[in-house]
C-alpha cells in the first residue's frame, strides 16, 4: 500500500524531486492520465511558492481516504515570511515578484481541494487534495 | 541536465532529454541565444515531448526565449506539448502567445521552412 512521502524542498531542483514523488504515489493510488499531470503541476507551483517566498520548506505526500473515495493529500508547509493578503496572492495575474501571477490561483483549479493556512512571520501551509472520480 | 542542441542547416534543433530543473530552463535559453549568433540560424525548435509539466515558470521561460530569440533575428517552434500537458495549461491560463506550435519535430521543421522562407522571399 501507499506510504506516506515527504520531500525537502531547499532549491529549485527540489521541485522537480517533488512532482516526481507527488506523480508515482498518485500512479500508485490509481490516478490516470491529465489527472497526474494536474496533481503534478499543483505540486510544482506550491513548491516553487516555497522556493520563491520562503527559500526553504517541505512537501508532505499522502494517500486519504473519505468513506469509499480514496484521494491524495499534499501539504506544502513553510517557515517563510507568510502571506499578508490571501484574496490578493489568490487574485490571478498578481504576483509579488515578476512572475506570471498564475502559480496559487493555478494550483487551486487544477486540485479538488485548496486551503491556505498563514502567519505572518510564521510561515504558510497549504493543503491540497484530489480525490479520484 | 543539459539540453542537447543540434544544428540542422540554418534551423537549431534543442531536443530535452529529461524533466528540466529552472536552472537548465535558463541555460537552455542562454545556450540558444548565444548559438543562434554563432550559426546564424534562422529558425529553433525546442521539442518538448518528454515533458510532463509544463508550468508557470516553464510557460514563462520559454515565451522569454521565443521573444529573445526573435530579437536575435530567430524564429522559434515548441513542438510536441502532449495532451495532458495542454489540457493542464489551459487550466492554469497559460498560453504560449506569440510562440510557433506544432504538433512534432516534423511539423515544426515544416512550419520553420515556411516562415523562413517568406522572410527571405520578401527580401527580395
Same mark, same amino acid.
Given at each position: 500500500?501507499?506510504?506516506?512521502?515527504?520531500?525537502?524542498?531547499?532549491?529549485?531542483?527540489?521541485?522537480?524531486?517533488?512532482?516526481?514523488?507527488?506523480?508515482?504515489?498518485?500512479?500508485?493510488?490509481?490516478?490516470?492520465?491529465?489527472?497526474?499531470? @494536474?496533481? %503534478?503541476?499543483?505540486?510544482?507551483?506550491?513548491? !516553487?511558492? #516555497?522556493?520563491?517566498? =520562503? $527559500?526553504?520548506?517541505?512537501? @508532505?505526500? %499522502?494517500?486519504?481516504?473519505?468513506?469509499?473515495? !480514496?484521494? #491524495?493529500?499534499?501539504? =506544502? $508547509?513553510?517557515?517563510?515570511?507568510?502571506? %499578508?493578503?490571501?484574496?490578493?496572492?489568490?487574485?490571478?495575474?498578481?504576483?509579488?515578484?515578476?512572475?506570471?501571477?498564475?502559480?496559487?490561483?493555478?494550483?487551486?483549479?487544477?486540485?479538488?481541494?485548496?486551503?491556505?493556512?498563514?502567519?505572518?512571520?510564521?510561515?504558510?501551509?497549504?493543503?491540497?487534495?484530489?480525490?479520484?472520480? | 541536465?543539459?539540453?542537447?542542441?543540434?544544428?540542422?542547416?540554418?534551423?537549431?534543433?534543442?531536443?530535452?532529454?529529461?524533466?528540466?530543473?529552472?536552472?537548465?530552463?535558463?541555460?537552455?535559453?542562454?545556450?540558444?541565444?548565444?548559438?543562434?549568433?554563432?550559426?546564424?540560424?534562422?529558425?529553433?525548435?525546442?521539442?518538448?515531448?518528454?515533458?510532463?509539466?509544463?508550468?508557470?515558470?516553464?510557460?514563462?521561460?520559454?515565451?522569454?526565449?521565443?521573444?529573445?530569440?526573435?530579437?536575435?533575428?530567430?524564429?522559434?517552434?515548441?513542438?510536441?506539448?502532449?495532451?495532458?500537458?495542454?489540457?493542464?495549461?489551459?487550466?492554469?491560463?497559460?498560453?504560449?502567445?506569440?510562440?510557433?506550435?506544432?504538433?512534432?519535430?516534423?511539423?515544426?521543421?515544416?512550419?520553420?521552412?515556411?516562415?523562413?522562407?517568406?522572410?527571405?522571399?520578401?527580401?527580395?
Amino acid at each position: 500500500m501507499a506510504n506516506d512521502t515527504q520531500v525537502t524542498v531547499n532549491s529549485a531542483a527540489d521541485i522537480v524531486t517533488a512532482r516526481e514523488k507527488g506523480r508515482a504515489l498518485a500512479v500508485e493510488l490509481g490516478f490516470i492520465g491529465s489527472d497526474l499531470t @494536474m496533481i %503534478a503541476t499543483a505540486i510544482s507551483e506550491v513548491a !516553487r511558492n #516555497i522556493v520563491d517566498h =520562503a $527559500k526553504k520548506g517541505k512537501i @508532505m505526500l %499522502a494517500p486519504i481516504r473519505n468513506g469509499h473515495t !480514496r484521494g #491524495i493529500s499534499v501539504v =506544502a $508547509k513553510d517557515e517563510g515570511p507568510g502571506i %499578508a493578503n490571501i484574496p490578493l496572492a489568490m487574485q490571478y495575474g498578481y504576483s509579488s515578484r515578476q512572475g506570471v501571477g498564475v502559480g496559487l490561483p493555478g494550483a487551486k483549479w487544477l486540485m479538488d481541494d485548496f486551503k491556505i493556512d498563514t502567519k505572518i512571520g510564521k510561515g504558510t501551509m497549504i493543503t491540497m487534495k484530489k480525490w479520484l472520480h | 541536465m543539459q539540453v542537447p542542441v543540434l544544428k540542422q542547416g540554418y534551423f537549431l534543433i534543442a531536443s530535452i532529454q529529461s524533466a528540466l530543473s529552472d536552472g537548465d530552463l535558463i541555460e537552455l535559453r542562454d545556450n540558444l541565444s548565444n548559438k543562434v549568433g554563432r550559426f546564424r540560424s534562422r529558425g529553433v525548435i525546442i521539442d518538448v515531448t518528454v515533458l510532463d509539466v509544463i508550468d508557470s515558470f516553464a510557460t514563462r521561460t520559454l515565451r522569454a526565449v521565443a521573444q529573445m530569440l526573435k530579437l536575435r533575428g530567430a524564429e522559434t517552434v515548441i513542438v510536441g506539448i502532449q495532451p495532458d500537458v495542454a489540457f493542464a495549461m489551459v487550466q492554469l491560463g497559460l498560453t504560449l502567445e506569440g510562440v510557433g506550435t506544432a504538433l512534432d519535430l516534423e511539423e515544426g521543421l515544416a512550419h520553420l521552412d515556411r516562415l523562413t522562407k517568406r522572410t527571405v522571399n520578401n527580401g527580395q
